[in-house]
């Protein structure tokens, strides 16, 4: 019974470290969208947008630099690292609990 119970934990943990994973892929690709010009009304960079605008919106003009490029760095490259390190911390925490 043990043994089920742990295969059970280490599902809910790669569940967290996927959906963590999944959340900063959305806010680096929206942040590659950005420096690269990307067409704002193809479909795919529009949906990325809306994603990544809804995932960093906590963080939403926290820094205000008058570079662009920096400014979108740093406005979703934060998120998505506090993301990853959230998410990864919390599936070690329910592998080992």
């Known amino acids: 019974m043990s043994r089920n119970y ?24 929206w942040i590659l969208f950005a420096l690269l010009d990307a067409n704002p009304a193809n479909d ?3 949906v990325v947008r809306d994603a990544a605008g809804w995932l960093a919106g ?3 003009d ?5 570079t662009d490029w920096l400014r979108t760095v740093l406005n979703y490259g934060l998120p ?3 993301y ?13 609990g």
């Open 62 to 66: 926290l820094f205000t630099m008058d």
């Open 6 to 29: 742990r295969y059970g934990n280490n599902q809910a943990a790669t569940v967290v470290m996927v959906v963590a994973d999944i959340t900063a892929v959305i806010l680096g690709l």
């Open 84 to 96: 990853l390190f959230i998410g990864h911390a919390v599936a070690g925490r329910i592998r080992r």
């Open 44 to 46: 795919l960079v529009s």
């Open 58 to 60: 906590w963080s939403h």
């Open 80 to 82: 998505a690292v506090v």
